[in-house]
């Protein structure tokens, strides 16, 4: 398969605990997006690298997150003391500087 | 100035019918405008797009209508087929080259057999 990939599928927290979610993009992709879905919402955008450069954090992206993407290669986003409202399905999508953005399935969040 | 309002929030099509859905937008720096198409679980996929300087655009059975001068642009999907059942976004990219999308809220679209 060589679409967007992305791990873990559905994650379980505690709050207060941290989370990681990887993302391993199309392999010839140099730009690679994050973005947030919650339930009966269009995505909302994050962020997004070309190549190893983390171009544009939206305001969403509080202190506690981070997202990198050593290499160019794949990225991590990371949630450091989870809240409730971080509930919500990460999407990742890749793409060549072309316009048209590949999602993968997404990692869903569930902060108890 | 920064949304994309979509419509309807929902919509029921009988088999061959046709399913319009509606966007609206106020950012006129606007340059780019997909829609994409998401099942439950699944990621979006694009679907069709448009940039401003085009007035319509087809592939298949869906269209794009695009007004620039009222700031609408609308997905007509001809022949709705029950797999067609899915969410439908709208999306808007800004600034030019980014293609850091502002979705739609969304529109279920649920194709009677």
């Known amino acids: 398969d060589t679409g967007v990939s992305q791990n873990p599928r559905h994650k379980i927290t505690k709050r207060g605990q941290n989370v990681t979610f990887r993302c391993d993009p199309i392999?010839?992709?140099?730009?690679l997006y994050w973005y947030r879905q919650t339930l009966g919402q269009g995505p909302e955008f994050l962020t997004y690298?070309?190549?190893?450069?983390?171009?544009?954090k939206s305001r969403l992206l509080s202190d506690r997150f981070s997202a990198e993407r050593p290499k160019g290669s794949f990225s991590t986003l990371e949630i450091q003391r989870t809240e409730q409202g971080d509930s919500a399905m990460y999407l990742c999508?890749?793409?060549?500087?072309?316009?048209?953005?590949?999602f993968g399935e997404g990692s869903r969040l569930t902060v108890l | 100035q920064q949304q994309v309002k979509q419509s309807p929030q929902s919509l029921i099509v009988q088999k061959g019918g046709i399913s319009i859905i509606n966007c609206a937008y106020e950012n006129t720096a606007f340059d780019y405008f997909p829609w994409y198409q998401q099942f439950p679980g699944k990621g979006p996929a694009l679907l069709i797009a448009?940039?401003?300087?085009?007035s319509e655009k087809k592939e298949g059975r869906f269209t794009i209508s695009f007004n620039k001068s009222a700031k609408q642009f609308s997905l007509h999907i001809m022949d709705s087929q029950p797999g067609d059942s899915a969410t439908y976004f709208c999306a808007a990219s800004w600034p030019s080259g980014t293609y850091k999308y502002i979705f739609g809220t969304g529109t279920r679209l649920k194709v009677l057999a």
């Open positions: 392999s010839e992709h140099n730009r």
């Open positions: 448009i940039r401003p300087d085009v």
């Open positions: 999508a890749s793409s060549f500087s072309t316009g048209e953005l590949f």
């Open positions: 690298f070309q190549n190893e450069a983390q171009l544009e």
